[in-house]
Structure formats: structure tokens, C-alpha cells
């Protein structure tokens, strides 16, 4: 098949390990790793917008590090532990960032906070205990366009207290 | 956004994948940048071939003389380098104003040079240090001044089937010191308005033995304000001093009007920018 100059790619198999499950999944070459957790696997809680890496609502954790999903080719995460949105919580236990969210009434419409809570838990990885200062730094790479950011990092310092005091 | 992926696991492996296709292809490390301009449409590739899994050129070696940086190292693995950010502060204060932290774990410093924005903060903080590029391609290595790498905006004198490998810092001990300084209309995720680099080495008296002064995206390409620089070498450097070297730095710059800023605030920006980054760095130095 080919389209304009391009001869189009076939499907390949590509191995993930997503939120603790190994898949075997199908996927092109120019897929983006947004592209396999949605339309492979169904795991819509990662957000599609900008596709430009601008506004981080498809944050996802690769290997443990915070990363963009949008413009993170999926043949470059063969063999990779992806962690979405999905995987925060254990059973009906919340992740401490989850609950410390609707605790502090930290969404507004909630488009964005898929990439907000991983973005943050990318962050307190590196940085457990942060300032306000540091976490508006820490989630400067996801943006709300209700401009909610006041009870998110209110939400955030609040997981993070509540992490480090296990 | 349409492209065949070739995973590279050497460079020799790279290079045998190149030999194999047609014009029009691209490495691809990070993609922070590529991926975006692929799909906007700016470049075009039929085929990628994806360096990050060369594993090899991710590791920072320390020797007595220099830091070598695997070019495949991310912004990340280089500004939490406990030992190089140390001696070269202008490096981490570059890698850690680089977006935000989703494209500072994916993107690479050798992206950042390749891609040669004139706006890169960490090839500004690199060419203020006078950095050796290491660069492989088929029929060999070569080393190429930092300065000689760039050609204007999104071109650089690699030669088609060429990679940069690593790229060498030198040590100057403690009578050396750099600074990088960044104007935008935020403290983070921002791309550079100007940026600005100064690394200065004093001798035993105080008197400035060598300097170093680059700008960001005040022209088409990272530039060195070599007349500023040559003010400053074999002089003390006290406040007029360091005026002159700011006005003719500002004079060494070529800046274009663009939506984030306009070439007069740029003008206006750089020479303040440049006398706090000398200021900064000589009072680290006279400490």
C-alpha cells in the first residue's frame, strides 16, 4: 500500500508492561505510545490534545520517568513498564494523589488531570517532599485551562505529606 | 506522520541500515523535536532510524582532563550529574530550564545540538565551554570545534550519514567558573527570548585568562561574542569593564522579530543579560 511517498508500514508486535500487565500489542511504526494505550489497549484515562508535547495531559510514567506520551514513538518503548492513570490505584484503594485530588476539590471539567496526577507522581519520585514553589516547577509541563492550579498544588503537597508519612 | 522505524544497537549498525535505504531518511533519538516537526509537516522522512538503544552513548566518563557526554544522555541524566553540574554550573542551569520535565527525560543533549535551534539552552551553556563534538559517520571519527557545528537554524556541518557520539567538556580547575542566564515570559517550560552563557577563567592574580560568551537565539544559530571576549582576556575585570564587553556583545548579535519577542527587546535584553552573566560569574570566581 502506499500513501504520497511513503510506503506505508505493517503492523508489528510491540511488548509492554502497562500498570503491571504484560501485553503483546500490534502497532506501526509511527504509532506514538498515546496512539497503542488508547486505540490497543482502551486505556482512555490518558487525555489526546496538543500532540505537540506542549500540554501534558497524555503524561504517562515510562520505566518510572514522567514522559509525554503523545511524541514518544511506541517502537521505542519495546520492553518498557508504562504506568497510566489506570494503574495508580490498587483495587478500590486510591492512590494518595487520587484521593488527596478530590479531597481538596482539585478538578474542575478534569480534562487534564490524568496528566497532572502523573506528572506529579513522576515528580514526588525525584523530589518527595517539595515546596509549593517546586511543585508549580514540577508540573510546569502539564497545563489546566480552567487555571485550577491553586487546589492542585494544594492536592499535591497534601499527597505528598500524606506519602512520606507512611 | 508516516515513517518506517529501523532500531540502530551500534552506530556501525546504524550505518549499515543507512547504506540500505533510500535518501530522505533521519536518526531519531529522543524525538522531543522531530516527532513534532514530522507530524506539523516541517521535515520529512521516509525512514527513521532510532538511536536510543545504543546504550553505549548514555554514560558520562570522568577523566582528570574532561567530561565526556554520551550524546544519548537526557537533559535529565546530565543535570543530576552530582560531579560535572559541580564544575560546570552553566550546564545544569541549561539542561533544567529545557521544557518541562516530561521532555527534559526524553530529550538528549546530542538532540539538542543536532537539531540546532538557535534558541537550544544547552548547546548555548556547551558552546560557552568551549565543548569538543565527537562525531562518527562511515569512514571514521572526527572532532569538531563546537563553534564549527552550527550553521543557521536547523543546520548544522554533520555530514549526511554522520552521528555525534559524545561531547567533551574540559576541566579548568578552580579558577574557573560559568554562568547561564535565560529571559522568557515565564520562569519554566518556556523556549528561550535570549539566553545567555559566560565562562571566564581568572589566573593566580585575579586578571581574566579566557572567556567565553555565548548567546541564545539572537541570530541564526548559537553565537559567540568573540569581540566581548577578547575585551575581557588579559584584563581585571571590574564594572566598566564589563559594560563594554555587554555593549559590544550586544553589537555582536543579529536577532529577528518572532511572536515571542521583538529583535529590538532582544537587543535591548542581551546586553543586560550579558553584564549580570560576567557580573555573576567573576564575583563566583573572586570568592
Known sequence: MRRGAVTVSKMKELNLKVNGEQWEVQAKDFDTLLDVLRRELALTGTKSNCLEGECGVCAVLVNGRVVNSCILLAAQCEGAEITTIEGMADGEKLHALQQSFLDRGAVQCGYCIPGMIMSAAGFLKENPSPTPDEIREGLCGTLCRCTGYTKIVEAVHEAAQNMSAK | ?287
Open chain 2, 1 to 287: 506522520m508516516k515513517f518506517n522505524l529501523h532500531s540502530a544497537s551500534s552506530p556501525d549498525h546504524a550505518f549499515q541500515i543507512a547504506a540500505g535505504l533510500k535518501e530522505g531518511w533521519r536518526y531519531i533519538a529522543g524525538g522531543t523535536d522531530l516527532v513534532i516537526q514530522l507530524r506539523r509537516g516541517v521535515r520529512e522522512a521516509a525512514d527513521l532510524i532510532d538511536l536510543s538503544r545504543i546504550s553505549a552513548l548514555r554514560t558520562i566518563e570522568t577523566s582528570e582532563t574532561s567530561f565526556r557526554i554520551g550524546a544519548l544522555c537526557t537533559h535529565k541524566d546530565l543535570e543530576g550529574h552530582a560531579a560535572l553540574v559541580r564544575e560546570f554550573p552553566a550546564l545544569q542551569a541549561a539542561a533544567r530550564v529545557v521544557g518541562g520535565h516530561q521532555i527534559r527525560n526524553v530529550g538528549t543533549v546530542g538532540g539538542n545540538l543536532a537539531n540546532a535551534s538557535p534558541a537550544a539552552d544547552v548547546a548555548v551553556a556547551l558552546l560557552a565551554l568551549d565543548a569538543k563534538v565527537h562525531v562518527r559517520g562511515p569512514s571514521g571519527t572526527r572532532e569538531i570545534a563546537i563553534d564549527d557545528l552550527f550553521v543557521s537554524s536547523g543546520k548544522t556541518t554533520l555530514q549526511p550519514a554522520e552521528m555525534i557520539e559524545r561531547i567533551e567538556v574540559t576541566r579548568h580547575g578552580d579558577r574557573s567558573r560559568s554562568v547561564f542566564l535565560k529571559v522568557g515570559r515565564r520562569k519554566a517550560m518556556e523556549i528561550s527570548v535570549v539566553s545567555a552563557a559566560v565562562s571566564l577563567k581568572f589566573d593566580a592574580g585575579g586578571v581574566c585568562e579566557s572567556a567565553r560568551i555565548a548567546l541564545g537565539a539572537v541570530g541564526p544559530r548559537p553565537l559567540r561574542a568573540k569581540a566581548a571576549e577578547k575585551l575581557l582576556q588579559g584584563e581585571v575585570v571590574d564594572a566598566a569593564l564589563v559594560a563594554d564587553a555587554a555593549a559590544l556583545a550586544r553589537d555582536e548579535c543579529t536577532p529577528r522579530s518572532d511572536p515571542r519577542a521583538s529583535a529590538a527587546y532582544r537587543t535591548a535584553v542581551v546586553e543586560g543579560l550579558v553584564k549580570r552573566a560576567i557580573t555573576q560569574c567573576a564575583a563566583a570566581l573572586s570568592r
